[in-house]
């Protein structure tokens, strides 16, 4: 079935710094490829989406990178903050989507 | 415009007892989907419902689970005889249409199963 796997499970950044955080997917049908962040006892938040027409995207921060080729997208979070502690996780699909485990994120002071 | 709302925020349940979980989604929109998340784990796709029709449940459990989205009111997902191992988050979004559209999710109800 479809498969979605993501890494690192934890990350740690000094801040200031970038975090990267990558995911492949196994459904070569996906056409939409969305991230989200959860932070403790909240439901998941879209930060930022691409669609397979789209190599890249940004906004502000933010940036997301997509290969279909290789069946790869990338999250990339540049100048990292107190705030962007949190769980991110990459999903892919089409009319459904499928999550990856997620990737906890911790921003060093 | 307000989000998506789900209720109970918190559940707990004895084994062998029913849980019934509601979501109302955004206004105007008609998808609506439901998620497990166990802790430290990923969301785990369980159904996608329509008003009145079940589009997709391949992620649901066989047995004690059922979904609905009638045409007035809320959607319900409901687990009956309730077993430690349904104790999670359980997290429901919804979209105006399928296919490429961004799901908003709820704040989500955690159930405990004692």
């Known amino acids: 079935g479809e498969n979605v796997e993501q890494h690192p499970s934890t990350l740690s950044v000094q801040e200031g710094d970038s975090a990267v955080i990558k995911c492949t997917y196994s459904?070569?049908?996906?056409?939409?490829f969305p991230w989200y962040k959860q932070e403790l006892g909240k439901g998941p938040q879209l930060i930022i989406d691409?669609?397979?027409?789209?190599g890249e995207k940004k906004d502000q921060r933010i940036a997301v990178t997509l290969n279909k080729t290789a069946k790869h997208f990338s999250l990339h979070i540049t100048e990292t903050q107190p705030e962007d502690s949190a769980v991110y996780f990459c999903?892919?699909?089409?009319?459904?989507?499928?999550f990856g485990k997620g990737t906890r994120l911790h921003i060093l002071p | 415009n307000a989000g998506v709302m789900q209720n109970p925020r918190h559940l707990v349940r004895r084994r062998g007892q029913e849980a019934r979980l509601r979501c109302s989604p955004m206004?105007?929109?008609?998808?609506v989907y439901w998620y497990r998340q166990l802790p430290e784990e990923g969301l785990k796709f369980m159904v996608y419902?329509?008003?009145?029709?079940?589009?997709?449940e391949s992620g649901m459990p066989k047995e004690r689970f059922s979904a609905e989205f009638p045409k007035e009111g809320p959607s319900i997902l409901r687990i009956q005889q309730v077993v430690r191992g349904d104790s999670a988050a359980y997290f429901c979004?919804?979209?105006?249409?399928?296919?490429?559209?961004?799901?908003?999710f709820g704040p989500g109800t955690r159930l405990t199963v004692l």
């Open positions: 459904d070569s049908a996906s056409n939409y």
């Open positions: 691409i669609r397979s027409n789209v």
């Open positions: 419902l329509q008003k009145e029709n079940i589009i997709d």
């Open positions: 999903a892919a699909g089409d009319d459904k989507i499928i």
């Open positions: 206004k105007g929109h008609s998808h």
């Open positions: 979004a919804s979209s105006p249409q399928e296919l490429n559209n961004e799901q908003f």
